[in-house]
């Protein structure tokens, strides 16, 4: 069995550690770099960096602010936002992420995709869906869409076809975030979770609804996640990453620890 995995999400937005609630009223609460820091010395597996402005704004990530972080972390680093061309993942990667994310760019051209995955391999390359639960339809028959543009524009595709097409085209791992959990702190969409991770066979990342450390025991057991990501349970100080590990540890949950 392969171990379980904790993430911190760094959303940033003008270069603050910026968060939300169900992708509004955000405001920022730091310094991303300190953060990054923080998380990396108190046992994070991950660490996944979203310019959250940069598709919106019709521009590319900030590369200074990805730089910034991988020079203060050693272990994997995860970033998207405003990702549209095999240029840009390139340039990520040379600017020290070992995973690029997409996620607009590639709603509106799944071919990113798969020249991404050509260009960098499968395994460096994330597609980042976000999603919210509508009522089932002959369109959208799971009840849950994508939106795009940080979460401004529903695209009338259903979430789980669309994890499907991604896997065949060549993403080597998924991040499932519910619109409508985000930032609620009242438990991850488990459902939705479960769901995209039965349907394909890369691993899944659970985003959006963290506050307890039970959600996170949630949803990598009944979920089916293979990780889980968190954000302002850690952001404000709430919990520390070791102790989310430790917690997960004792309750059987296979985890990676270095302590």
């Known amino acids: 069995m392969l171990s379980k995995r904790l993430i911190a999400c760094l959303d940033v937005r003008d270069g603050k550690l910026a968060k939300s609630v169900k992708f509004v009223d955000t405001r920022d609460i730091g310094d991303p770099v300190a953060k990054a820091r923080e998380y990396y010395a108190d046992g994070l597996d991950e660490l996944v960096f979203y310019d959250i402005t940069a598709s919106s704004d019709k521009r590319r990530i900030l590369l200074e602010f990805v730089e910034a972080v991988a020079r203060e972390v050693f272990i994997p ?3 998207g ?3 549209r061309s095999v240029e840009d993942a390139t340039d ?5 992420a070992e995973k690029i994310n997409v996620n607009s760019a590639a709603v509106q051209r799944p071919d990113l995709i798969s ?3 050509t260009a960098i391999g499968s395994q460096n390359v994330v597609l980042s869906m976000d999603i919210r639960a509508v009522e089932a339809s002959k369109e959208i028959p799971s009840g ?3 939106v795009i ?3 401004r524009t529903p695209m009338g595709i259903d979430a789980l076809e669309w994890t499907k097409r991604g896997e065949a085209l060549g993403a080597g791992e998924m991040v499932v975030n519910s619109i409508d959990a985000d930032g609620t702190r009242e438990g991850y969409e488990l459902k939705l979770t479960r769901m995209i991770a039965d349907a394909v066979r890369v691993p899944v990342i659970a985003s959006g609804g963290a506050g307890l450390p039970e959600h996170l025991y949630d949803v990598l057991s009944e979920g089916h996640a293979d990780a889980a990501l968190v954000a302002s349970m850690v952001h404000f100080g709430e919990y520390r990453c070791s102790e989310l590990k430790q917690y997960l540890h004792d ?3 296979k985890m990676r ?3």
């Not at 990520?92 to 020290?96: I, S």
Request: charged share 15%; net charge neutral.
């Open 77 to 79: 680093l995860s970033v």
């Open 81 to 83: 936002g405003g990702v």
């Open 92 to 96: 990520l990667r040379l600017a020290g």
């Open 115 to 117: 020249e991404c995955a």
């Open 144 to 146: 849950y869409e994508i």
């Open 149 to 151: 543009n940080g979460g």
């Open 251 to 253: 309750r059987g949950v």
């Open 257 to 259: 620890m270095s302590w």
